[in-house]
């Protein structure tokens, strides 16, 4: 008798379910947290050696590809990102001219994505008590970006995709 009862309130609860709306949001709004490396000149080089460790798909930007017309950093190495199959993201850039490179002080944390709240907030968290050494603002490639370092001393980058139109 009770089991019966039991497999009768089973059934009645997935009858409720199989009416239920099934909602699949395909424009699923994400953020990341990933290291990223800078270098003096010699971006392309280390990753594509961190290609050959982890594998997976490496996209590189150069200055001049992106708009900047001085010919000593039109080649060098804007933005690199580096996304393994096992889910792992390394991103890198070469030093501007002037920037100077200090080995062990070259690594950033940088913040990405595209909900706008989620990432100002962390943005306004991050910068306050701080030093921002770049106004989160809108850049020549179209999203908002901004650099700043934490009130103990930890560099780092916040970049928000736009919506693509």
């Known amino acids: 008798m009770a089991l019966a009862w039991l497999e009768g309130r089973i059934r009645r609860a997935w009858t409720r379910l199989a009416t239920l709306p099934i909602v699949i949001k395909e424009d699923a709004v994400t953020s990341r947290l990933n290291p990223y490396l800078s270098?003096?000149?010699?971006?392309?080089?280390?990753?594509?050696?961190?290609?050959?460790v982890f594998g997976g798909t490496l996209n590189i930007n150069t200055f001049g590809e992106l708009g900047n017309p001085d010919t000593a950093v039109a080649d060098k190495i804007m933005h690199a990102m580096l996304e393994s199959?096992?889910?792992?993201?390394?991103?890198?850039?070469?030093?501007?001219?002037?920037?100077?490179?200090?080995?062990?002080?070259?690594?950033?944390?940088s913040l990405?994505?595209?909900?706008?709240?989620?990432?100002r907030?962390?943005?306004?968290?991050?910068?306050?008590g701080g030093t921002v050494?770049?106004?989160?603002?809108?850049?020549?490639?179209?999203?908002?970006?901004?650099?700043?370092?934490?009130?103990?001393?930890?560099?780092?980058?916040?970049?928000?995709?736009?919506?693509?139109?």
């Open 121 to 128: 907030g962390y943005w306004e968290k991050l910068s306050a």
């Open 133 to 165: 050494t770049m106004p989160l603002e809108k850049q020549v490639w179209g999203d908002e970006f901004g650099m700043c370092i934490d009130r103990f001393g930890v560099p780092w980058m916040v970049n928000i995709t736009q919506p693509q139109v």
């Open 39 to 52: 270098f003096p000149g010699t971006a392309r080089e280390a990753m594509e050696f961190y290609r050959t």
């Open 85 to 109: 199959d096992r889910g792992y993201t390394l991103m890198a850039s070469d030093l501007a001219p002037g920037m100077e490179h200090k080995p062990g002080e070259n690594i950033t944390i």
């Open 112 to 119: 990405s994505g595209d909900d706008v709240d989620e990432l």
